[in-house]
């Protein structure tokens, strides 16, 4: 026996576990490390780097393994505790950043014990497939989680896994415009890699830990039962960690949820055709809709974001309230009248389009799989009514939308005019293209301001407060705007984007001032252009996100009109709505998919 190495004895395979495909026979990287194997061939020397040893072990790592054996075993050492970490944190993470903290990480997942036990029990090639479906499989679960997350801090409501995906071409057009092409580039190149990574990482991890359970099969089945035991009195018990249980399921529920989510996305679709079917003015001949509204210019706008935060929170409503008094002053002094209430938006933090299309369609538009099959279909939408009666030019002012919409003709509107259709020779201010007093100015230089035209009925998107706030235009003198590269100007005077996300404080601040903008630019307007014949319905589509939310879980937006003609509001008088721009706290509350029908009832024929 050479002096460098030790005796040691062949295990009895009955006995110890070991298998004859080599689980345990194999090289062990912290059983041999410290043992420079290669010298008991012949001692300093006796081999060439890289082959293996006489003993029919590997060197390992280019030959670094046997030059550093002490080195080796505590790298070693290292990454199995790294992959039992990474694993555990797997296992465990939320899917919610407002869950994340430490006590989430000190819980016994039933699933780790379990699957542990399932390899264990295993014969090896089965055992050996497992350990890298799993691995991959709690890997994309991983990812998954941070999607939620990501979709929890910006939608409020997980990831959907069937109908979401379109939704990520969104965020990246929206790195684009908030931070450029290269921060675009480099921000989707981080992510791509860190989940490719994080697939590979755990599969690795889970094998690793795998083959070391192995290794130590008496000492893995025993802590396994321990743990079992540990599991089932701790659930039992109802045992927690402050608030948290320190026996967990959570993914076997998070994955159970998901299923529940599919199938309820599929039953979803056969209750949306049964709902879309029913329309109360299908058969209504066209003479006798919206019959109280003949002659009259009505538009219809939705102020990106306007939520009912924006009122009520501490925070925000002191200097909100006084520019909606101000604003009804502006507008009274004019000789406008006005009338508020609230609506239920179907959706929070973004989805514009799914509140738009509730509003104008009369139904709930919740997710991407009912806009779908809305925008197919030949629902009859509150702009498409207004087109029947052949008593109106209908267009849109969309300055949100920079590339083809072919939803556009679903809403039966004549013309569109989209950002690049405004004249703006200006910035953009990060995601929006076109701050919201040139998208004024431009719908009456367009369309209001022409002579010995039609009445017209116009959607009008404000985009100014879209997310991020930053940087946020200005009002300036509705002489000055020009071309709109007045706003070149405005825009360096702005915040930074970048800086201002850093601080949930500064964000709530810059959503303040952007809401402000987008009703006096719109309040303005009505104050100069504005005169017997308009009419102006204006309401938030969403609230924000919920970093400017701070907890408030509400979905209410506020809706206003405006009318010069009392007959107009008259119309309305027995909906409950409070007097100006403000609705009480108390004003009726209607989800917003009723909108559509009680709006054209009010106008319809009277009794």
């Not at 299923?259 to 029913?278: H, M, N, P, T, Y």
């Not at 520019?323 to 929070?348: C, D, H, I, Q």
Request: charged share 25%.
């Amino acid at each position: 026996m050479s002096p460098f190495t030790r005796s040691r004895p062949q295990p009895d395979s009955a006995e110890s576990g070991t298998e004859p495909d080599g689980d345990a026979t194999g090289p062990d990287p912290v059983r041999d490390a410290d043992v420079p194997r290669g010298a008991a061939a012949g001692g300093e020397g006796s081999g060439a780097a890289g082959e293996p040893d006489p003993d029919g072990g590997r060197p390992g790592w280019f030959g670094w393994r046997r030059r550093h054996p002490r080195a080796a075993h505590r790298v070693s050492l290292a990454v199995t505790v790294l992959a039992g970490l990474l694993v555990l944190v797997a296992l465990l993470l939320p899917n919610r950043i407002e869950r994340l903290e430490f006590t989430s990480f000190l819980r016994i997942p039933a699933e780790g014990v379990l699957l542990a036990g399932l390899l264990l029990a295993l014969p090896p090639r089965p055992r050996r497939i497992t350990a890298v479906v799993t691995g991959m499989l709690l890997g994309l679960l991983t990812v998954l989680k941070f999607l939620d997350m990501g979709f929890h801090q910006v939608l409020a409501r997980p990831f959907d896994l069937v109908l979401d995906w379109i939704l990520l071409d969104d965020a990246t057009d929206f790195l684009r415009e908030s931070f450029g092409r290269t921060g675009q580039v480099l921000a989707v190149t981080a992510v791509v890699v860190l989940f490719v990574a994080l697939v590979v990482l755990t599969t690795l991890a889970v094998v690793r830990l795998t083959n070391l359970m192995v290794r130590h099969r008496h000492t893995a089945g025993r802590t396994v039962l321990v743990l079992g035991t540990a599991w089932m009195t701790c659930m039992t018990l109802g045992l927690q960690i402050g608030t948290v249980p320190i026996a967990t399921k959570g993914n076997a529920d998070f994955v159970g949820n998901r299923v529940e989510q599919v199938r309820a996305g599929l039953r979803d679709a056969r209750v949306f055709r049964e709902q879309a079917a029913v329309d109360a003015f299908a058969k209504t001949p066209p003479d006798r809709l919206l019959t109280g509204l003949r002659g009259k210019d009505v538009l219809f706008t939705f102020i990106e974001s306007y939520g009912r935060v924006a009122i009520d929170d501490p925070a925000m409503a002191a200097q909100t309230d006084a520019v909606l008094r101000e604003s009804t002053a502006g507008l009274k002094s004019a000789g406008f009248a006005s009338r508020s209430g609230w609506l239920r938006s179907p959706v929070t933090g973004a989805g514009s389009w799914l509140a738009h299309s509730t509003f104008l369609s009369g139904l709930w538009i919740k997710n991407q799989q009912r806009y779908r099959s809305l925008t197919t279909s030949d629902r009859m939408t509150l702009t498409k009514y207004f087109g029947k009666t052949g008593a109106w030019r209908t267009v849109g002012i969309v300055p949100g939308v920079r590339r083809a919409w072919p939803e556009g003709k679903f809403f039966g509107l004549d013309h569109i005019y989209d950002s690049e259709h405004l004249g703006y020779h200006g910035p953009y201010f990060s995601w929006t293209p076109v701050p919201d007093q040139f998208s004024m100015e431009a719908f009456q230089r367009l369309e209001h301001g022409k002579k010995d035209r039609e009445p017209i009925m116009a959607e009008i998107i404000l985009a100014s407060s879209h997310n991020p706030w930053s940087p946020v235009a200005h009002m300036i003198d509705w002489e000055d705007l020009g071309d709109g590269s007045v706003f070149h100007r405005i825009k360096k005077e702005g915040t930074d984007p970048k800086e201002v996300w850093k601080d949930p404080e500064k964000v709530r601040a810059e959503y303040r001032k952007a809401i402000e903008y987008s009703i006096r630019s719109l309040t303005e307007w009505m104050q100069r252009y504005g005169d017997e014949d308009t009419v102006l319905v204006f309401l938030g589509d969403h609230q924000p996100v919920p970093t400017v939310l701070a907890g408030d879980t509400g979905r209410d937006v506020p809706i206003s009109i405006v009318a010069k003609d009392s007959k107009v509001l008259d119309r309305v008088a027995d909906w409950g709505w409070t007097d100006g721009l403000k609705p009480a706290a108390d004003a009726p509350r209607w989800g917003m998919d009723k909108f559509r029908d009680r709006f054209m009832t009010a106008y319809g024929p009277q009794p």
